[in-house]
Antibody
Framework: QMQLVQSGPEVKKPGTSVKVSCRAS????????VQWVRQARGQRLEWIGW????????NYARNFEERVTITRDTSTSTAYMELSSLRPDDTAVYYC???????????WGQGTMVTVSS | EIVLTQSPGTLSLSPGERATLSCSAS???????LAWYQQKPGQPPRLLIY???SGAPGIPDRFSGSGSGTGFTLTISRVEPEDFAVYYC?????????FGQGTKLEIK
């Protein structure tokens, strides 16, 4: 079946970087696009950016564009989100979401908890 | 950047009642690229409606979406006990994409 599986939880020091992966299966990954979204505890969903898998084109939210890089590896059907210069307020659950069989984000990963603490 | 404002912040209803949730955009949403999601605690969001009015696969038909331009509505015809959750709208027609702040549907 169509699914996205994300990498496991991370604990990072302030100022370092984290790279979260999102592996797709059960659909044609190269025809899709993938967005990354985060959610701090009890807070709203926050859009980080997206990548069009086929072309590799990306677009980032203004709040993240200087610190985030989204990439993909079509050979392994995996998307990546790397966030640098981490701060304690980057502590959140990070989700990837992809277009599966429809032109909308109907597939979501299980979420990756990233904790930033000294 | 398109700002989405959802109302009300909290909606208190009893099972069987009709729920109407609103999402207002600061600019016109291109081609109706407006989605609605349901999120329960500890779970990722679940797509309910896309393209403003199309039901996602597997979603019960008590969920419906309408609207265009800057005003959109999610309607639950008869609220079931499993529908109590937080609902978000998202516009994905213009970059940067954006989410509303959410509406919590709670049991009255």
């Amino acid at each position: 079946q169509m699914q996205l599986v994300q990498s496991g939880p991370e604990v990072k020091k302030p100022g370092t970087s984290v790279k979260v992966s999102c592996r797709a299966s059960g659909f044609t990954f190269s025809y899709s696009s993938v967005q990354w979204v985060r959610q701090a505890r009890g807070q709203r969903l926050e859009w980080i950016g997206w990548i069009v898998v086929g072309s590799g084109n990306t677009n980032y939210a203004r709040n993240f564009e200087e610190r985030v890089t989204i990439t993909r590896d079509t050979s392994t059907s995996t998307a990546y989100m790397e966030l640098s210069s981490l701060r304690p307020d980057d502590t959140a659950v990070y989700y990837c979401a992809a277009e599966g069989s429809i032109n909308a984000y109907n597939l979501w990963g299980q979420g990756t908890m990233v904790t930033v603490s000294s | 950047e398109i700002v989405l404002t959802q109302s009300p912040g909290t909606l208190s209803l009893s099972p069987g009642e009709r729920a109407t949730l609103s999402c207002s955009a600061s600019q016109s949403v291109r081609s109706g690229y407006l989605a609605w999601y349901q999120q329960k605690p500890g779970q990722p969001p679940r797509l309910l409606i896309y393209g403003a009015s199309s039901g996602a696969p597997g979603i019960p038909d008590r969920f419906s979406g309408s609207g265009s331009g800057t005003g959109f509505t999610l309607t639950i015809s008869r609220v079931e006990p499993e529908d109590f959750a937080v609902y978000y709208c998202q516009q994905y027609g213009s970059s940067p994409q954006s989410f509303g702040q959410g509406t919590k549907l709670e049991i009255k």
